[in-house]
């Protein structure tokens, strides 16, 4: 008879509660859908940062109250603050975490020259005449990013995951003063992706090729001599002649550089009064092209003529660089993981009176009456030589240290003109609140993915090592004696900021700045077009 050995029945259960456990199969953990809701969660907190930073309206190296009132939310938050970076007192980094990977953070916070406007007003309507403001909406990208990041610093700390944010501003880009000086001092030594944010009226990223030129920005400052210019004329040698004879030839020069330069000057010190021959001038210019040996080709050609133009005149010349920006090439495989959460985020669903401020915006400009923007467009690739525009952005210098991609988020409106009053229509509106929210979420679920994916962090390594940077090297444009421009915008800021602080707003005692401004969302004239016309 076959027999069978069976063990005692607490022998079995000894066994078992012996026996090494294996997970058993389940759903995976929701980690994208638990920091999308946090985003979600946070939807009053992102407006009051956009509307706060809207109501400081401050100029490039003058962003004092903006840069006090970032670091101090996110150092309640737990983030180590460095401040004066790179020698720019309103730069600094703000880090939380430790170990790899490390992602950075960026967007500017800087304004426009004479853009102050009431927000949700569809025609010219300063809130102090004369004065700065977010005329492109530079007030929302560091609310955008400090929500994803505040999301995915919470969701870090449940999982216990290693990794380190850094959040920094872009300080001055309008002048594309401060990028390559945070490259300089070692901002991004470190970083393993750095994602930028920037406003929009489209919600997209791109890889390769960007569509921005680069640029070197110069001052030339000319020395004379001065005279009575009325009683002794011939004595005086003057330097605003200098400024002008630079520019008379600049001008005719123009005719014979390729045409996807771009070059623009301002007179930035013509002399004191009329009947003193100046002996101090000064002119800034801005030499624009596609890749860096052209940008430096046109440096040389405008050294040049301020060099012959001092000749002429018989004054002697120098000259400084106050800023710059490498074109930017921005990483493949981050970018697509970017666009995978754009689209599982989708564009903000826009009420009637965001579509009615639109179209009136848009009629007021005489501008094409398209409301505001209803779908996604699908992943860019490198951008074409004879289809990239004359705008900058020093960005690009960071895209060329670290894996960089650019992230625009819909918060503004389709058609004003750039670096105008109009750009600052939409920028503490619900139009604004909503574009910032959305674009949080999908920063917030691609850094879960850099966060739980190392393969795309070696995937955006690799594309940069073997196809960014395989013929290409960065050299800045900035050389290694030349210093921050942090005195511009000083006597500007000096005129207006008194006038502007009465403006500042107080979430403490108003839901919104439209609120608090008593702007009825929409203003618009009598007989603007209603969001159902096209």
């Known amino acids: ?74 150092e309640k938050e737990g983030f180590k603050i460095e401040r004066g970076v790179g020698g720019m007192p309103t730069a600094w980094v ?14 500017d916070i800087d304004c426009i020259p004479q853009a102050s406007q009431n927000p949700g007003v ?78 929009s009226n489209e919600f997209r990223t791109f890889w390769g090729t960007g569509p921005n030129t680069g640029l070197v920005s110069v001052e030339y400052s000319f020395a004379g001599e001065s005279a009575h210019s009325a009683g002794a004329p011939w004595r005086g040698r003057s330097a605003l002649d200098a400024v002008e004879l630079m520019n008379v030839g600049w001008n005719f020069r123009r005719e014979h550089l390729r045409l996807q330069h771009r070059s623009h000057y301002v007179i930035t010190n013509g002399g004191d009064q009329p009947n003193v021959v100046p002996q101090n001038a000064s002119v800034w210019y801005f030499f624009r092209e596609l890749d860096y040996e052209r940008i430096r080709g046109l440096r040389e050609i405008g050294d040049t003529m301020a060099k012959a133009a001092a000749m002429m005149s018989n004054t002697t010349m120098t000259a400084r660089v106050l800023g710059s920006a490498w074109p930017g090439h921005f990483n493949r495989p981050v970018a697509e993981a970017l666009h995978d959460n754009i689209k599982a ?51 690009g210098d960071v895209s060329w240290v670290v894996p960089t991609v650019v992230l625009n988020y819909p918060a503004n409106i389709p058609g004003p003109p750039g670096h105008n009053w109009a750009n600052a229509i939409a920028m503490a509106t619900p139009i604004a609140h909503q574009g910032t929210s959305a674009g949080a979420k999908a920063l917030a679920l691609t850094l879960v993915d850099l966060f739980t994916k190392p393969e795309l962090v070696a995937k955006a390594w690799e594309y940069f090592r073997t196809v960014q940077t ?41 839901d919104t700045y439209l609120e608090q401004l008593g ?13 159902a016309k096209k």
């Open 1 to 74: 008879m076959k027999t069978t050995s069976r063990l005692p029945r607490c022998g079995a259960l000894a066994l078992l509660l012996a026996a090494p456990a294996f997970p058993q199969p389940g759903p995976a953990p929701d980690h994208k859908g638990h920091v999308a809701r946090d985003v979600d969660a946070m939807r009053k907190q992102t407006q009051v940062m956009v509307d706060m930073v809207f109501s400081f309206a401050e100029l490039g190296f003058q962003e004092f109250e903006t840069s006090r009132y970032l670091t101090g939310v996110l």
């Open 94 to 107: 703000a880090t939380w975490g430790s170990g790899k990977p490390v992602i950075a953070l960026g967007s």
């Open 122 to 199: 569809a025609y010219r309507d300063p809130i102090v005449a004369g004065a700065p403001g977010h005329g492109e909406g530079h007030n929302s990208g560091q609310p955008l990013n400090i929500t994803a990041a505040l999301a995915v610093k919470r969701w870090m700390q449940r999982e216990r995951l290693p990794g380190t944010l850094k959040l920094w501003p872009g300080v001055a880009e309008e002048q594309l003063g401060g990028k390559a000086h945070l490259v300089r001092a070692g901002v991004f030594k470190d970083v393993d992706v750095a994602i930028f944010s920037h406003v």
């Open 345 to 395: 985020t989708g564009l903000p669903k826009w009420s009637d009176a965001d579509l009615k401020l639109a179209r009136a915006v848009q009629a007021e400009l005489k501008a094409p009456i398209s409301g505001l923007t209803v779908a996604l467009k699908n992943l860019q690739g490198p951008t074409s030589d004879e289809n990239r525009t004359g705008g900058s952005d020093d960005i």
């Open 470 to 510: 395989k013929d290409r090297k960065y050299e800045p444009l900035i050389g290694p004696e030349d210093k921050p421009a942090t005195w511009l915008n000083t006597r500007i800021m000096a005129d207006h900021r008194d006038a502007m602080r009465k403006f500042y707003y107080d979430p403490a005692k108003y």
């Open 519 to 531: 702007i009825a969302y929409p203003t618009v004239r009598t007989g603007a077009p209603s969001p």
